[in-house]
């Protein structure tokens, strides 16, 4: 069972453009919801989070939306550059469970074209 | 060191062989998490530690799949009689707590023939 979905698998995006990254959860008790950059035979880096207290966080160009009631969070990625060119995942996590081990979901390929 | 270090960065291995990977992570985290992420597909968890609690092997997929974490820093994986199925990227990551940022290695890719 998918706990978390992305949308799209992969997108193209003009530089100079807004990049968005949807993602949508099942699992109600998750309570944290970071998203990660990863660049070809790189670990995921840690690129922005958030908590359902808020509904929006913005740090620099990157942006989440999250709607606790639809169960969604997106990513915005603002004036992308060819540099964002990576694949990003969403991943979900759960404090009652111990430890925020995470749920991801299975990635989206951006391609930033000059 | 500045962050989590994972050895070998390639590992290629026989279809039966077991195969030890390493995972270093960033000093003075008390938590550590190792995930397996496959062709096109997500990260899925395997194990995390957390101090010296017992571990949360939940997302183990099998027996022979095992890990242990000595002095509550380096960790290792131990995947016993490798299968083809077992060929993916094996990444670590460690936060100050359970409740803290992960932080990723560079991950291992294990290539099982």
């Known amino acids: 069972q998918q706990q978390v979905k992305q949308s799209p698998q992969s997108l193209i995006v003009q530089k100079g453009g807004i990049s968005i990254i949807n993602c949508a959860y099942e699992?109600?008790?998750?309570?944290?919801f970071p998203w990660y950059q990863q660049f070809p035979g790189k670990g995921p880096a840690l690129l922005i989070a958030?908590?359902?207290?808020?509904s929006e966080k913005k740090e620099g160009r990157f942006t989440i939306s999250f709607n606790k009631s639809a169960k969604q969070f997106s990513l915005h990625i603002m004036d992308s550059q060819p540099g964002d060119s990576a694949t990003y995942f969403c991943?979900?996590?759960?404090?009652?469970?111990?430890?925020?081990?995470?749920?991801f979901g299975k990635g989206t390929k951006l391609s930033v074209i000059p | 060191g500045a962050g989590v270090s994972q050895s070998p960065s390639n590992k290629v291995t026989e279809k039966g062989k077991d195969v030890e990977l390493r995972c270093d992570p960033i000093?003075?985290?008390?938590?550590l998490y190792w995930y397996r992420q496959s062709l096109g597909q997500g990260l899925e968890f395997l194990i995390y530690?957390?101090?010296?609690?017992?571990?949360?092997k939940s997302g183990l997929p099998s027996d022979r799949f095992s890990a242990e974490r000595t002095g509550g820093s380096v960790s290792t994986l131990t995947i016993q009689r490798t299968q083809q199925e077992d060929s993916a990227v094996y990444l670590c990551?460690?936060?100050?707590?359970?409740?803290?940022?992960?932080?990723f290695g560079d991950g291992t890719r294990l290539s099982i023939l």
């Open positions: 990551a460690s936060s100050r707590d359970g409740y803290q940022p992960q932080h």
């Open positions: 699992n109600t008790a998750f309570d944290y």
């Open positions: 958030i908590r359902p207290d808020v």
């Open positions: 991943a979900a996590g759960d404090s009652g469970a111990g430890s925020y081990q995470l749920t």
């Open positions: 000093s003075g985290h008390t938590a």
């Open positions: 530690f957390q101090g010296n609690s017992a571990p949360d």
